[in-house]
């Protein structure tokens, strides 16, 4: 052992021993400065759809996809569907007259038909 | 949620909460964390003012990071270590560019409430606090992760990123530098001849 050193690990250990006990060092100042950075924090970054819990899952879920304003574009949007799906034939005669000038859907038959002779599968078939 | 029922939660799960803009969970974490970050910038830098600056910055990213933290894959603690480490060092890299030597430290203010509280144990930690300011940073940091924070030899290795082995022979030779630098402080400190 040299003499100008502590001798026993045990000696060291009461140093160690000491710092353990030694009281908590964080101020109350520096406490309130950490917890106002943590809460300034989450207010700067704060996100756009914030479920909150008294509301449910449902109800964030609801304002998750836009709420009423894109339900309101939805229903348009599926009226206009409806729409166009009940009611082709009236398109369709109007864009017959106007691409072939007849006024019936027939009548565009029967022009056409007169370009092929169909007699030929009237005999075979007839 | 109220505070004292997040007593139990894991810090991990704690910091999820904050990212969700929990402000019960904010509190939680500054309660719990803050000591012990300013416990481990004092042992490593020696000063209040500057370890209270590495407490804020480090609780700072902490902040910032709790949004991206992946649950599981590191404890908040050991990541906290590594942040307060390396923001120690830049400080008293900068110290020795500037300012006073780590042998220049002046003596740990004292915070008792009077002199009649002063004691043996309080000049012990005195002693312990400049002595490892003395300690090469890295032995320093090792030593005090091993016997004041008291970690065991692999989490030490994963807040330091260098092995196990490394970490003995950092403890090993902190101790031995650290019994040499308190030598003289034997008798003062209520130790004998014997």
């Known amino acids: 052992m040299e003499m100008n050193e502590i001798d026993r690990d045990d000696e060291l250990q009461r140093f160690f021993d000491a710092a353990r006990r030694q009281p908590n060092l964080a101020s109350d100042a520096l406490m309130e400065r950490v917890l106002g950075d943590a809460l300034s924090y989450q207010t700067a970054t704060e996100k756009v759809v914030k479920v909150d819990s008294k509301v449910g899952f449902l109800a964030g879920l609801w304002a998750g996809i836009g709420g009423w304003p894109a339900a309101a574009g939805l229903a348009t949007a599926s009226l206009a569907g409806l729409w166009i799906g009940v009611s082709p034939s009236l398109g369709l005669a109007d864009a017959v007259i106007t691409t072939f000038g007849s006024n019936t859907a027939e009548s565009y ?18 | 949620m109220p505070l004292d029922m997040l007593a139990e939660v894991p810090t991990e799960t704690l910091l999820t909460l904050f990212a969700n803009g929990d402000q019960a969970s904010a509190q939680a974490l500054t309660a719990r964390l803050t000591p012990i970050v300013m416990g481990h910038a004092f042992r490593l830098l020696g ?3 500057e370890a209270e600056d590495v407490t804020q910055e480090a609780m700072m990213r902490l902040w910032k990071i ?3 933290w992946r649950q599981g894959e590191a404890k908040v603690t050991t990541w906290l270590y590594r942040v307060v480490a390396n923001l120690a060092t830049d400080r008293l890299r900068r110290r020795k560019r500037n300012g006073p030597a780590l042998d220049d430290i002046p003596e740990v203010e ?20 400049r002595a490892l300011s003395s300690l090469p940073e890295r032995q320093r940091e090792a030593v005090i992760l091993r016997h004041l924070e008291e970690m065991q030899n692999p989490e030490i290795a994963a ?17 031995r530098a650290l019994k040499v630098a308190l030598a003289g402080k034997r008798k003062e400190l209520g130790y004998g001849d014997e």
């Open chain 2, 66 to 68: 709790a949004g991206e």
């Open chain 2, 110 to 129: 004292d915070m008792s409430p009077g002199p009649s509280e002063f004691t043996i144990e309080r000049e012990r930690q005195d002693a312990l606090q």
């Open chain 1, 109 to 126: 038959i029967e022009e056409f038909s007169t370009s092929f002779d169909f007699a030929f599968y009237d005999g075979e078939l007839g």
């Open chain 2, 47 to 49: 000063d209040r003012t």
């Open chain 2, 159 to 175: 807040v330091m990123e260098i092995s196990t082995e490394a970490v003995e022979s950092l403890v090993a030779r902190g101790k």
